[in-house]
């Protein structure tokens, strides 16, 4: 999941401190990094916001990819 929250949010040409003032309660940028580097996912709650903030499905998050972004 951790390279697709990346290629989307890259795709979309948000930076990760962007995305993580999108969200209805701002995160630290740093949550989307941990994200991304696959050190914690998101929280169900967060998964449902993070796809409606990237304009996916919430399983298109999980969708692997061979894309080296």
């Given at each position: ?21 999108l969200?209805?309660?701002?995160l ?6 941990r ?6 996912s998101?929280?169900?709650e ?24």
């Open positions: 999941m951790q390279n697709r929250i990346r290629e989307i949010r890259k795709a979309k040409g948000l930076t990760q401190h962007q995305l993580a003032f969200f209805h309660e701002p630290h940028p740093t949550v989307i990094s994200w991304e580097r696959g050190v914690s998101p929280s169900s967060n998964l449902f916001e993070l796809a409606r903030i990237l304009e996916v499905k919430p399983d298109e998050l999980f969708i692997e990819t061979d894309s080296q972004s």
